[in-house]
């Protein structure tokens, strides 16, 4: 199986910026994920990363070692309504999603 | 609106029952997924059907079952319900089942099994 880590709960203030930590072990890689999810709601897909590197999306961006097993979710220019989990989720051999527990993040005004 | 039924939103169920959580699509996708999702634990896959016809067993599929008989519905069962099953229920579809496997949530089913 998958061993997904990354922080449980984190706090930062509107219009700063915030990283989410993700690393992994797992057999065999085909891509790293993030989604997001507000309270009470589905998860919504965020980005992919499949190759080493930085993907950038408007405000958040997300980036890629595979030789390290991490990833992060930069949030950048933080509004209210980013307050959510955000889950880091990887692809192995089969192709099948596994979750990590999830980062939370509440944005003070 | 395209996207993913649930059905239903919440349901509160005596433990022993037989209980079964409605899925469907309208978005023409080959594959779906059943997770649950707890506190701590994040979405865990219990079955996923790559193509109408087809199921396969995730990572928690002890106690619960499956059928694709087509390719917008995905109904998951339970056949005896235990209080362990207390969660909350995804189901999900993707147009691919490998590479960029974008998932598409639906709104989720509240299960309590007392």
């Known amino acids: 199986g998958q061993n997904i880590d990354q922080p449980t709960e984190m706090t930062a203030t509107e219009g700063a910026i915030v990283q989410i930590n993700c690393t992994y072990q797992?057999?065999?890689?085909?891509?790293l994920f993030w989604y997001q999810q507000h309270a009470g709601e589905a998860p919504t897909f965020l980005s992919y990363n499949v190759l080493d590197g930085l993907e950038e999306k408007g405000r958040f961006s997300s980036f890629l070692s595979r030789s390290k097993g991490y990833s992060y979710l930069l949030l950048k220019e933080l509004q209210m309504k980013d307050s959510a989990s955000y889950l880091c989720?990887?692809?192995?051999?089969?192709?099948?999603?596994?979750f990590g527990a999830g980062t939370t993040v509440t944005v003070r005004a | 609106i395209a996207g993913i039924t649930q059905a239903p939103t919440s349901q509160i169920l005596a433990a022993g029952r037989r209980m079964t959580l409605r899925c469907t699509q309208d978005?023409?996708?080959?594959?779906m997924y059943w997770y649950r999702q707890d506190l701590g634990l994040g979405l865990r896959l219990i079955h996923y059907?790559?193509?109408?016809?087809?199921?396969g067993k995730g990572e928690v599929p002890d106690g619960y079952s499956v059928s694709r008989a087509n390719t917008d519905d995905f109904p998951l069962t339970l056949a005896s319900a235990v209080p362990s099953q207390t969660s909350v229920y995804f189901c999900?579809?993707?147009?691919?089942?490998?590479?960029?496997?974008?998932?598409?949530f639906g709104a989720g089913s509240r299960l309590t099994v007392l």
């Open positions: 978005m023409r996708h080959n594959a």
């Open positions: 059907s790559n193509t109408a016809g087809t199921t």
């Open positions: 999900a579809s993707s147009d691919s089942t490998g590479g960029a496997n974008v998932l598409t």
């Open positions: 989720a990887v692809t192995a051999d089969d192709y099948k999603l596994s």
């Open positions: 797992t057999s065999g890689f085909n891509g």
